[in-house]
């Protein structure tokens, strides 16, 4: 389990936090949805430690990941995959290398061995044979799985996606959530999902977490979400103008 506790955060005295606390529950799909500004993908990297919360604590098994020290906190990150929301492909780099990074950086297998995994997670995402290819040469959602594939080095415990059906057409978006909730199923980790797609949070997710003015305004099961009749959550789901959220927020 990951624990945030009592999370506060501002930047340049804009808040962002105030008195945040979450826990995203182990071996399963964990969605925060929000408006936007409301400080998702911050969240994310605080709890990967990229960004140091004013105050509170954000427990990883136990340890606390604020007040860790740069080389302990490496450690801690080797148990996280990540995929960013423009699958962040290093454009000089084949599919292959791109997927192959990790095992450069943090392994000592022969490239006969690493060549083996890489194929095997392209296979998993349904990319076999494009290794020498060019992430220019991809599609928005290849790129994607690319992504994932490459966040899957390394067995990591814990994947985060950042906005992982930005910029894709409905079904391809839908595409990319069932890969997630296949992948999920096929690991048993611990994935924590930052979207904006309502329906499909609903469709693939566990545990679901909406941030708004600093905290977290309402968490439960998907059913929950459904069925509640507090007005922030209603018109989130249905996109309504009126209501508690500002539009020009």
């Not at 995959?81 to 290398?97: I, K, N, R």
């Not at 349904?126 to 599609?139: A, D, F, N, R, V």
């Not at 890969?179 to 999902?193: A, D, H, S």
Request: aromatic share 6%.
């Amino acid at each position: 389990m990951i624990r945030i506790q009592s999370l506060y955060k501002s930047f340049k005295g804009q808040k962002v936090f105030s008195d945040l606390n979450l826990d995203i529950p182990e071996g399963g799909i964990t969605v925060i949805i929000g408006p936007s500004g409301t400080g998702k993908s911050v969240l994310m990297k605080h709890i990967l430690g990229l960004i140091r919360p004013d105050s509170g604590s954000i427990l990883i098994n136990g340890r606390d990941v604020t007040v860790l020290k740069e080389v302990d906190l490496k450690d801690v990150r080797k148990e996280f995959g990540v995929c960013f929301q423009d699958a962040a492909l290093f454009d000089s780099m084949t599919v292959g290398e791109n997927v192959a990074f990790p095992y450069t950086i943090h392994t000592r297998l022969s490239k006969e061995e690493i060549t083996r995994e890489v194929a095997r997670l392209l296979r998993d995402v349904g990319l076999s044979g494009i290794e020498g290819k060019m992430p220019s040469q991809l599609s928005g959602g290849m790129k994607k799985r690319v992504g994932l594939a490459r966040a899957l080095a390394l067995d990591p415990r814990f994947i985060f996606f950042d906005e992982p059906t930005s910029g894709l057409d409905p079904v391809i978006s839908r595409a990319i959530n069932m890969l997630i909730c296949e992948v999920q199923r096929k690991t048993g980790g611990t994935f924590l999902v930052i979207s904006h797609d309502i329906q499909g949070a609903l469709e693939m997710a566990d545990y679901m977490a909406m941030l708004y003015q600093g905290g977290v305004a309402f968490e439960g099961v998907p059913e929950k979400f459904r069925t509640t009749s507090d007005p922030l959550i209603t018109q989130y789901i249905h996109g309504d103008v009126e209501g508690p959220i500002s539009p020009i927020d």
